[in-house]
């Protein structure tokens, strides 16, 4: 593909007002959630502090490839980790790349993973003001995402009730890694509100469930843990889909987030294949599990496949479908992808419109 | 092609590195043991600012749970997604044939050769005693 | 439950793939004689452990993964007079071996000696397992090899279990079951491999789980149907453990198999463990080639389930991503329903393929498929240097 041609296209993308939808925000400190909690659990995050299933008190469980997961120029010059400072979040990548919105997905503090499950919950409300406060409202180009304490489905429900008025909102986040599939009865109520209110469900990889990271156990290396995160979407996926999820909930809308998407047209044959032999099992699922896929699902792009040849790349996509594929950056992670070049094969002036703007607005709940 | 002076010597020390704007270019000089390399500020897989990255060493295995350092410092990881670029000459390290990162050449010349000129405009100031670093873009 | 409706060409086409691949005389690197239950092992328990299964009333030890009456166990026609998946010799023959004329068919017993707990009784029903194997179906016909199953909780008494089979050459392969308690390139199950390479007996992971853990990453299925196609993903982790722990490096000779677990992910799979490698390769610096070369020489795939897209030009571009001709296997998976009628062969699998996935490269895979058959009983002799 011709550098000019590359080159006409990146210039499309900055023209075209980007929607982004995964950028990580992060609390300057620990202490930046004080504000935002009662004096009942400043106590708690001050003494006991965070407690999940993973086994250090302030590492992941498998050790990451960059301090803050995060590339290492996004460090802000005022001090605090990665995503931490808004001006620089401008100034590094908002302004430069034309994002015109940006959906915000916090996945530090897990209020979700807390072991203390009403702890977890104020977490999930005191983050879910936080970003209104600090993000949102000075920032009208970003929108928050509602965190919820999605192992409790009763508060999950009442925690999206409590913030969906609010249109900075635009997603309720889940974190993939669910102590069920996603797809099982207990989760129901956090998808019949989600309809209720119109907000897709944006499920980022992620979160930690003490389950072994593998079927087959604990893997030793992040080269595997890594990859592994983005294997859970599968599972996921085909939970919601053989639970009969789609199904119950047909104006439900689900994002996966930073999964990848190579392997959801793969996925959706598997599925169909094994589905039409073995559909009186499922009674409920009434028709191919692709067909759901493709009503009701959209995969954010990021991290983008590479294809050994590069025209795999628009196979894949063909295969998905070009109104399911929604724009991500992944911004400020190490693994993210530049809008302007993550692309390596040229799209036209529809294909742009649709990944980095049009698909996330029929996804998500945005103007 | 033509010649830009953009440090003295005594600025970038073994170890050391300068990102310098040349010819609308954003590049990095760096020493390795004592000579100089310049590196393209843009990582061939996603445009990442490559020299701004960590110097490493590179670790070797013939047999898992061995590890052998070599060469500290003479690898550049690109400070978004880790590729490993050897600095000399600007190859990755997993894609060699393939992937590599624009090198300029680079030489020092006594500060009373510069003096004469003909060098770019952008002004670097020489003396006739220091050594400097001249960069080809 | 049928296949979807094939018009008049794709019948055409099908019979002509059907023929082509008779005249092929292919070898059937899946197939499965039906599990045995413990009437049928107890003699070939010693007089400790025959007592043992008898006064503990220990039965039962089919794997979870495929219940004997679930559609995916067998085909209604595939079934015993008893329902039983696989029937008995005469079936197999009838149905796995004349339709394609098959010169060889690699049997893999799926047994729960695999997922016991204690490593000592899941070594004595092993070897139980494979005995009866050799003597019910090795023996009586010919055309029939076999895999070595082992339990791998304790990698010593597994390496003991392959190396007495090692001695019969009709046992082609060693099995494993691709959902276990430690991933499979975990430093602990390297003597399984270290034995294996030594005796060329390539790895066979299979479909199925001993249910150590959770079936996904994210917790329990409700379904089968969900457990089934959760599958492809725990073959997914376990190939980025191989890789990862530099298995391929510290085995330069070693060959897997993956059995049952679909292909259609691989090409995506792989080109994501290659862009993880670019990034984290000095974690795991012994990994000294992309993970697309190690698979490309050290991993092979059986060919049902096909997993396959719609479109059969999607399917053949799918074999091209990951060069089909040297990667896949012929395989029915007999007794498992996984097509209709004789459609083995999908639409869309290139003919000028079939010499290489029917024959070649099984033998290839599978060295010791060259070896002749020897007499039951034969006294042990050693494996180094046979002549092929």
């Known amino acids: 593909m011709s550098e000019q041609v590359l080159e006409r296209a990146r210039e499309s993308e900055t023209r075209l007002g980007i929607v982004d939808c995964d950028i990580h925000p992060m609390l300057r400190s620990e202490t930046a959630l004080l ?53 620089f979040m401008r100034a590094q990548y908002l302004d430069p790349y034309g994002i015109e919105t940006g959906i915000l997905q916090v996945l530090i503090p897990s209020g979700k993973d807390q072991r203390n499950p009403a702890f977890g919950a104020a977490l999930c409300a005191a983050l879910n003001d936080w970003q209104v406060a600090e993000w949102t409202a000075p920032e009208p180009r970003l929108k928050a ?70 079927p087959s156990g604990w893997p030793s290396f992040y080269f595997e843990d890594h990859f592994g995160d983005a294997l859970a979407m599968q599972p996921l996926l085909t939970s919601l889909v053989l639970e009969g999820v789609f199904e119950a909930f047909p104006g439900l809308k689900v994002a996966m987030i930073e999964g990848g998407f190579g392997w959801a047209p793969s996925l959706g044959w598997r599925l169909d294949q094994h589905w039409a032999r073995m559909r009186s099992e499922v009674p409920h699922v009434k028709h191919p599990p692709s067909h759901y896929i493709r009503r009701q699902v959209w995969f954010a792009t990021q991290p983008i496949e590479e294809p050994a040849e590069r025209r795999d790349l628009r196979a894949l996509i063909d295969w998905i479908g070009w109104d399911r594929l929604v724009f991500a950056s992944d911004y400020p992670h190490w693994d993210m992808d530049d809008p302007r070049l993550a692309f390596k094969i040229a799209l036209d002036e529809a294909e742009t419109r649709a990944v980095f703007r049009g698909n996330a607005s029929a996804a998500y709940r945005l103007a | 092609m033509t010649r830009h ?29 004592g000579a100089f390399y310049a590196l393209l500020n843009r990582c061939p897989h996603q445009g990442g600012s490559l020299c701004l990255g960590e110097r490493v060493g590179l670790v070797l295995s013939e047999e898992p749970g061995v590890y052998r350092y070599t060469r500290p410092g ?64 | 439950m049928t296949a979807p409706e094939r018009d008049a060409d794709d019948s055409d086409q099908a019979d002509e793939s059907a023929a082509r691949l008779r005249a092929l005389k292919p070898i059937d690197c899946d197939i499965h004689p ?59 023959r009838r149905e796995a071996l004349a339709p394609w004329n098959t010169r060889l068919a690699i049997c893999h017993c799926l047994h729960g000696a695999a997922a016991m707990f204690s490593e000592d009784m899941g070594a004595a029903l092993a070897r139980a397992v494979n005995d009866w194997v050799a ?60 034995a294996a390479a030594r005796l060329r007996l390539p790895i066979g992971i299979h479909a199925g789980s001993d249910f150590h853990n959770p079936i996904t990453n994210v917790g329990w299925p409700s379904y089968l149907v969900e ?85 059969p030009e999607d399917l053949a571009r799918v074999m091209e991503q990951i060069g089909a001709e040297r990667l896949l296997l012929f395989s029915t998976d007999f007794p498992h329903w996984q097509w209709d009628g004789g459609a083995v062969l999908p639409a869309g699998l290139p003919a000028r393929l079939l010499p290489r996935i029917a024959v070649e490269t099984p033998l290839e895979t599978f060295p010791r498929l060259r070896h002749p058959a020897v007499p039951p009983r034969a006294p042990a002799i050693p494996i180094e240097g046979f002549a092929p």
Not at chain 1, 174 to 193: Q, V
Not at chain 3, 55 to 64: P, Q, V
Not at chain 3, 252 to 261: A, H, K
Request: some cysteine; proline content about 9%.
């Open chain 2, 74 to 137: 003479e690898m550049l990881r690109c400070p978004w997604h880790g590729w490993e670029f050897d600095i000399r000459t600007g190859q990755s390290w997993c894609e060699p044939r393939r992937l590599r990162v624009r090198t300029y050449p680079v030489s020092v010349e006594p500060g009373e050769a510069l003096v004469k000129g003909p060098y770019q405009a952008e002004t670097f100031p020489v003396t006739v005693e220091a050594d400097y670093v001249v960069l080809e873009v």
């Open chain 3, 227 to 311: 457990d089934y196609v959760d599958q492809a993903v725990i073959f997914q982790h376990q190939l980025l453990s191989l890789i990862g722990e530099g298995v391929f490096t510290k085995f330069p000779d070693l060959r897997v198999v993956l059995i049952e677990s679909g292909f259609t992910w691989l090409p995506a799979f792989l080109w994501r463990a290659t862009k993880e490698w670019r990034a984290l390769r000095s974690e795991v610096p012994w990994v000294d080639r992309s993970p697309a070369e190690i698979v490309r020489e050290h991993v092979r795939v059986t060919l049902q389930p096909t997993d396959a897209p719609p479109a």
């Open chain 3, 135 to 194: 003597a019910e179906w090795l023996d009586r016909e010919p055309l029939l090899r076999a895999s070595i199953l082992v339990s791998p909780r304790s990698a010593e008494l597994a390496v003991a279990e392959i190396e007495r089979c090692a001695a019969d050459p009709r046992f082609v392969a060693v099995l494993l079951l691709a959902g276990g308690e430690m991933p499979l390139g975990r430093r602990a199950h390297w003597p399984i491999y270290a």
């Open chain 2, 5 to 33: 002076v953009v440090a003295s010597v005594g600025e970038i020390p073994p170890g050391g590195r300068k990102l310098v704007a040349v010819g609308g270019r954003s590049i990095g000089v760096f020493n390795v043991g």
């Open chain 3, 34 to 92: 039906p599990t045995p239950v413990m009437a049928e092992l107890l003699p070939y328990l010693d007089d400790h452990w025959h007592e043992v299964m008898v006064s503990r009333g220990i039965d039962g030890l089919g794997l979870a993964s495929y219940p004997p009456g679930a559609a995916l166990s067998a085909r209604p026609e595939w079934r015993g007079a008893d329902g039983r998946p696989g029937g008995d010799l005469d079936l197999l």
């Open chain 1, 35 to 87: 504000p935002y909690l009662s004096q009942r659990w400043r106590e708690e995050l001050t003494t006991n502090g965070l407690r999940t299933r993973n086994p250090f008190v302030a590492s992941y469980a498998v050790p990451k490839a960059t301090p803050a997961l995060s590339r290492r120029d996004s460090w802000p010059p005022s001090g605090g980790p990665p995503g931490s400072d808004l001006d």
């Open chain 1, 145 to 214: 995402s509602i965190i919820i304490p999605a192992e409790d489905a009763e508060a999950s429900v009442a925690e999206i009730a409590r913030c969906a008025g609010q249109r900075d909102f635009v997603s309720v986040f889940i974190s993939a890694r669910t102590t069920e599939p996603l797809g099982r009865k207990r989760y129901w109520p956090i998808f019949a509100e989600a309809e209720r209110q119109g907000l897709p469900i944006g499920i980022h990889t992620g979160g930690s469930n003490g389950i072994a990271k593998t």
